[in-house]
């Protein structure tokens, strides 16, 4: 068979397979059309699985002799030459969209300008155009779309069920509403309305109004010349998929996984196994450094220095996260809906930075009773000596010259601790790294230590009251967190033992992953591993922590070089130093049904206020529950 130049009509439609992959990417096209004419106002409907839109907005319009070039295929108002593409200012660029979905769909246009006396409309039957008619219309522009793919029944059969379509729909709306906090939406499916966003002030007050949940909070980065502004949710609200990051580049909604994974990093131990954050990131760069012209829909982008964007997006998320916004300086605990893991402090600027973990505390929804403080005092000092029938005090005498637990102390108890489970597999060993009797001092407006001990319960709770609630502290829990942040900090710090080998240890990896690993050397060397090329394919490595076994080193290390190739960044060195320091603090502290007393116990609540994120242990389990009093009332049948 010879070669054919194919006709207009089949390259529309090919291509139409690309732009147009289902309804929701019609509209995204349609609705950034809208944003380019300067729309302040969005209205959306559709009907039948998208295969009939519509789209209405008060842009400026088009004059009746761009009505009929606007359908064709490469024209456009917004490049003209090639240099353009890199200093785009409009979402739409291609000249593509309008052509290719006016090839597989009945077509309706109708504008007008301001100051024109009459709008002007044309339809296009799958590409065929009628002549321009004068109508009545007022100023902007309004698609109407229907019959989608009626000429393509092979792409029809492939649109999935309607309410399938129309999720995607409202997705993408969500998506360019949220990317446009100036611009009123109003969403219409089946003729109903569905959502209507009036415009903001900014993007966190829309993000609150689209993902319905208050409040959020906003973290802003940069690096370079790559600029990340976050709105997100506390770690206790949380999604069951990746479905509510929303990330956007030079203000288009985009996916990539880099920058998910940026995400995911900056709540890495705040979130359980099946939990995602929901948050919305924007990435601005100076168009030179960032390829928008990758694919057809614009969904995916291209940087220049993929490593800055991730950094930048991992630090606006941490640089709040790390502060626990949610719980107030009054000492007030926010209203918080879930549990989950929990995590702590880093410097994204520096990928050899770490930190910990940590959550906040569950509440109750209704309206807390005020109670009179005077009535719930415990003062009597009988309250301090309650007896149990198992107490049994068992804490070396050197702990009370402790006034902080020091790190070679939790070492030395994780150590005897494992070593004694290794000899006695079928024993429990109830020794553990003591809480000081000696008086810790207190951090000034520290929510912990202003709970008002009155004792123990089971011998695992320590039982509190503040204010309009008591609050139920689980020691082993508190304690592992107050052990995980020190065993941290002494390896951010420095304060551990390196291990020099006597001859490094080869690890073979891809030439692409040792290449980036060796970038980041010097980052690495200040993590304590110090590593350097033994071949094009190999890495070796010269020294590194001593509590760090070598099995793990090699797999580490491994996955930290994918990471870097895949995503331009990685955190995994951090990762497994962080689930060793949480097996060593869990090992090394207080257990359930280990007696302490009421000193012990202040001074536990005491250390754990000054950790930002001391309210769930290292493995996401939560620190403390609340009882508020009008609970109590209600129960007794004091309040109805």
Not at 134 to 147: A, D, F, H, I, P
Not at 379 to 403: G, I, L, R, Y
């Amino acid at each position: 068979m010879s070669i054919q130049v194919l006709s207009p009509e089949v390259v529309d439609q090919i291509a139409a397979g690309e732009v147009v992959e289902r309804p929701a990417h019609l509209v995204k096209e349609l609705v950034e059309n809208s944003i380019d004419a300067g729309a302040t106002r969005v209205h959306v409907e559709f009907f039948d699985g998208g295969r009939i839109v519509k789209v209405i907005d008060n842009g400026k319009g088009m004059s009746p002799e761009d009505l009929p070039k606007a359908l064709d295929r490469f024209a456009t108002s917004k490049i003209s030459k090639s240099d353009d593409l890199w200093s785009l200012k409009t979402f739409g660029f291609r000249g593509e969209a309008l052509a290719s979905i006016s090839s597989v769909s009945k077509m309706t246009l109708t504008t007008r300008r301001k100051g024109d006396e009459q709008a002007y409309q044309l339809i296009s039957e799958y590409g065929k155009k009628q002549p321009i008619e004068r109508v009545g219309g007022s100023q902007g522009t309004t698609v109407l779309m229907e019959n989608l793919f009626e000429n393509m029944p092979a792409r029809l059969k492939f649109l999935k069920s309607d309410a399938a379509e129309h999720t995607a729909i409202k997705t993408t709306l969500k998506a360019m509403a949220l990317a446009h906090h100036d611009v009123e939406f109003r969403i219409q499916e089946n003729s109903k309305l569905v959502n209507f966003w009036t415009a903001c002030k900014d993007r966190k007050e829309r993000a609150e109004q689209i993902l319905e949940i208050k409040p959020l909070f906003v973290g802003e980065a940069s690096r370079e010349y790559v600029k990340a502004y976050a709105v997100f949710a506390d770690p206790h609200n949380v999604a069951k998929t990746a479905k509510n990051i929303w990330l956007f580049a030079q203000n288009r909604w985009v996916q990539d996984r880099s920058l998910q994974a940026a995400v995911n990093e900056a709540y890495r131990s705040l979130l359980m196994h099946g939990e995602f954050p929901i948050a919305a990131v924007w990435v601005e760069t100076d168009p030179e450094y960032i390829d928008v012209n990758i694919h057809p829909t614009k969904s995916q982008v291209k940087f220049h220095d993929p490593s800055l964007a991730f950094r930048a997006v991992a630090g606006a998320l941490r640089g709040t996260l790390e502060k626990a916004p949610w719980i107030q300086q009054s000492g007030q605990l926010r209203s918080q809906a879930q549990f989950g893991e929990a995590g702590g402090t880093v410097d994204y600027s520096d990928p050899a930075a770490t930190y910990s973990s940590a959550k906040g505390l569950p509440n109750f929804a209704a309206a807390p009773v005020e109670m009179p403080k005077e009535n719930l005092a415990f003062n009597d000092s009988t309250f301090k000596t309650t007896q149990f029938q198992k107490k049994d005090f068992n804490f070396p005498a050197s702990s009370v010259q402790q006034n902080k637990t020091s790190y070679q102390t939790l070492m030395d108890a994780a150590e005897s601790r494992q070593n004694f489970s290794n000899q006695n597999p079928d024993m429990e060993e109830t020794q553990s790294t003591p809480i000081s009797n000696e008086t810790v001092a207190p951090v000034s407006g520290g929510y912990w230590s202003s709970l008002e001990v009155l004792g123990q319960a089971n011998l695992t709770y320590i039982v509190t009251q503040h204010r309009d609630k008591m609050v139920f502290v689980d020691q082993h829990a508190a304690h592992e967190r107050v052990a995980y942040e020190k065993l941290m900090n002494a390896w951010k710090g420095g304060k551990i033992d390196i291990q020099d080998f006597l001859f490094p240890l080869a690890i073979d990896m891809s030439p692409e992953k040792v290449e980036g690993l060796l970038l980041l050397a010097k980052d690495i060397e200040r993590l304590g591993v110090f590593i350097e090329p033994l071949g094009p394919g190999t890495v070796g490595v010269k020294a590194a922590p001593l509590f760090i076994k070598e099995s793990i080193l090699g797999k580490v290390l491994d996955r930290m070089a994918t990471e870097v190739v895949d995503q331009g960044g990685s955190y995994s060195l951090e990762r497994a130093v962080g689930d060793i320091c949480a097996t060593m603090a869990c090992h090394s502290v207080v257990r359930a049904g280990q007696a302490l007393s009421i000193d012990q116990m202040k001074n536990l609540l005491r250390e754990m206020d000054h950790f930002p994120l001391s309210s769930f242990c290292p493995h996401g389990r939560p620190v403390s529950v609340e009882y508020p009093f009008y609970k109590l009332e209600k129960d007794f049948g004091r309040i109805v």
